[in-house]
């Protein structure tokens, strides 16, 4: 085991943001690239006629996860090591919903609006003062909404410790289900995409 | 191909402006591509830093840094931020915070290289500049509201925790995925 490469000491945590600067750019490069500075090609999922957001998502997961299950598989990640979200089965749920609001609303999600915002945006500069202003008054109003922030607690666990499957069981699932989805995602374009959409999307 | 002509033919309430400047604009990756170069950096993360990408926990920062130089009492004693006032160092100096201004420079060099980089407002043809930036800023309201309770967004939860098949992701992602469809309909004067 020698990855990650942090949790290990290989560098200290001022290496640690310059290395933060450095992964942002691939990050926000590949949004730009894919058209994620655009919220009218980002909300088109949700209309079905450009299901762009899908496709690169789920390719990124599927990418990351098969590298991170084959890295640890060969002895090289210690998965152990890499942080894990706890689980919060009712506020996750209920924010996740707040969130697919705000998309749709606002036409960005956090990270796609600093694309839009760097690509000069105007409404993906509204979008991140309003993410900052959201994030001011749910810092005030905490106290509130602490008792359901914190409730339904599972800790850190995954979809293969919670179900008790193996894990290359789950990960083998979740490519099933991302290839099918790609080829649906080609039916559903054809089905209600504007002329022409399918072509663009693949150039 | 995809060119920005092509949408605006779609969105036609695009100025003609913009039209002119986003002729030479380049066509958009292939999304596939795309996914393979953003899983790709997903991976360098976890292996290099043990952690995914994130966004939402950039603006916490900034927010953090914000209210403490306006009320530096009053910000330490926010309950939800007390992890950006450990110690004396700046709220900003948070690795999240040095991602997202990275994002910021990949977005421009990649915006620049395709040539899209202009000023302009994103939106449908039936409605006004000031309303739509007026749902811009009411988007990033709930979103940021939403990924505070979900403990992440986009980037934190559904693609880094995606991809380590984290049970809380999975359900905040399917939930992003419902809510936006649940209120697409209702906001389509804003789009088509």
């Keep these: ?203 | 191909m995809e060119t920005r002509s092509d949408t605006l033919e779609r969105w036609p309430s695009a100025g003609e402006e913009s039209a002119v400047a986003a002729k030479a604009a380049a066509p958009y990756m292939n999304p596939y591509l795309a996914g393979v170069g953003l899983g790709l950096v997903l991976l360098a993360a976890f292996v290099i830093m043990g952690r995914g990408l994130g966004a939402s926990g950039g603006f916490n920062a900034i927010v953090a840094f914000l209210m403490n130089e306006v009320a530096p009492e009053h910000a330490k004693t926010r309950e939800w931020l007390a992890g950006y006032f450990v110690g004396d160092a700046s709220p900003l100096k948070e690795w999240l915070f040095f991602e997202i201004v990275g994002v910021f420079t990949g977005a421009l060099i990649s915006g620049l290289l395709a040539r899209r980089v202009h000023v302009e407002v994103e939106k449908g043809p039936r409605v006004s500049v000031g309303v739509r930036l007026a749902m811009a800023f009411g988007g990033g309201v709930l979103m940021a509201i939403g990924a505070a309770l979900a403990r992440g967004c986009t980037s934190g939860q559904a693609l880094t925790g995606g991809a380590l098949l984290n049970l809380g992701s999975w359900g905040a992602m399917l939930m992003i995925f419902a809510g936006a469809y649940a209120l697409a309909y209702f906001v389509r004067w804003e789009w088509r």
């Design chain 1, 1 to 203: 085991m020698t990855a990650p490469f942090f949790k290990y000491g290989m560098f200290g945590d001022e290496t640690s943001l310059v290395i933060a600067f450095a992964i942002g750019i691939g990050f926000g490069f590949f949004l730009e690239r894919a058209g994620f500075g655009s919220a009218r090609k980002l909300v088109s999922q949700f209309y079905l006629n450009d299901l762009a957001v899908f496709k690169v998502m789920f390719t990124a997961i599927v990418t990351a996860m098969l590298g991170v299950t084959y890295l640890s598989w060969i002895g090289i990640l210690d998965l152990s090591l890499v942080y894990l979200t706890p689980t919060y089965v009712l506020p996750q749920l209920a924010g996740g919903l707040i969130l697919g609001f705000g998309f749709v609303v606002g036409g960005y999600c956090p990270g796609t609006s600093v694309a839009a915002f760097a690509t000069g945006k105007v409404d993906g500069l509204l979008y991140l003062l309003g993410i900052l202003a959201g994030t001011f008054a749910f810092a005030e109003l905490y106290p509130l909404v602490a008792r359901f922030h914190t409730a339904t607690s599972l800790g850190d666990t995954t979809i293969p410790q919670y179900f008790n499957l193996p894990y290359g069981l789950v990960v083998f699932a979740v490519v099933v289900v991302a290839v099918s989805g790609f080829w649906a995602a080609g039916l559903v374009e054809r089905a209600f995409g504007a002329k022409g959409v399918e072509e663009r999307s693949h150039p």
